[in-house]
């Protein structure tokens, strides 16, 4: 989940209670934005699938530094981009002040998991987080270097603290530069084979593809993967009228004018209808007819305006 705010699931924390006993508890509030709480009276919890672990799950430890702090909760009940409701494990997660992040839920990891698996050569990835994508980007063999642009001084000083990096195994974080610089700012001083922004809090914002094509005017990778991509492409599929299939989303991609990659993945126009289906949370552009198997009955149930 990344937030309240960057909806990325509802969290529930569990208490740290004698054995036997499971209490939950809501953790935060439900989005202001769109009000999407799962009501847990209504989830047997008991039968929901577990999570895979992840394996940079343990590099992470309770930590704070300044309005950031990282934590870790011992359970908590999510919906990944592309699954549905699951029980996580040890979820780590990182806050500023009462907004989520970022947090190594089926969401997040699903929902970068694409770019993550197109990583290759030298990777730029906008936003440091968790350092999750960039860790885990590093990891992979056809990665030669990971630049990660990160503007913000707490965050910087809470992974001095937490040198994820330097502790990954095999030296693979020596791949990682980090540079303090305004990713809207930023140019590279080698080419770049994969451009990755992940700057936002919430997974839909307002002109996110034109903010995403003044970054690739300043860096010019030969590829880009960013954060919401599948949403992005389906609000602006959508109100054109077009069907969120493969020749929808390519059309709209190369409206973009974005050299965007993910779209040849396995089912990526399936997952697509599930990611808008369960994330899109009435966020559609203005004058947007959903089609009747996109809408959420939360917030579709009346036509989108
Ligand atoms: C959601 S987090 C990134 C999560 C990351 N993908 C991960 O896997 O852990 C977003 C990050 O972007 C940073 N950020 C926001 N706006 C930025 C900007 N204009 N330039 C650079 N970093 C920015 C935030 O401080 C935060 O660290």
Known sequence: MRSAARPTATLIESQELPAGEVMLEQFTQPPALHGSAINMREVDIENLPVAPDDPLRSYYRPLATGAWSLRVLPVAVCEGYFTGLQVVNGLALLMRRQDVWMSVTPLETESQQIGVDLAHGHVAIFGLGMGWAAAASAMRPEVDKVTVVEMDDEILALHETLGLFERLPDGVGEKIEIVHADALEWKPDSPVDLLVPDIWL????????????????????????????????????????????????????????????????????????????????????????????????????????
Do not use: C
Request: glycine share 8%; hydrophobic share 40%.
């Open 202 to 305: 919430d997974m839909v914002s307002w002109g996110r593809a034109e903010e995403v094509h003044d970054m690739q005017d300043n860096v010019g990778a030969e590829a880009v993967y960013f954060w919401g991509q599948e949403l992005e492409l389906a609000r602006h599929a959508v109100l054109k009228g077009r069907a969120l299939d493969d020749a929808g989303l390519a059309e709209t991609a190369t409206e973009f004018d974005l050299p965007l990659v993910g779209l040849d993945t396995p089912d990526y126009a399936a997952r697509t209808r599930i990611a808008t289906k369960q994330w899109m949370k009435g966020r559609w552009l203005e004058g947007t007819e959903v089609p009747e198997d996109l809408r959420h009955p939360d917030y579709d149930g009346a036509q989108a305006e």
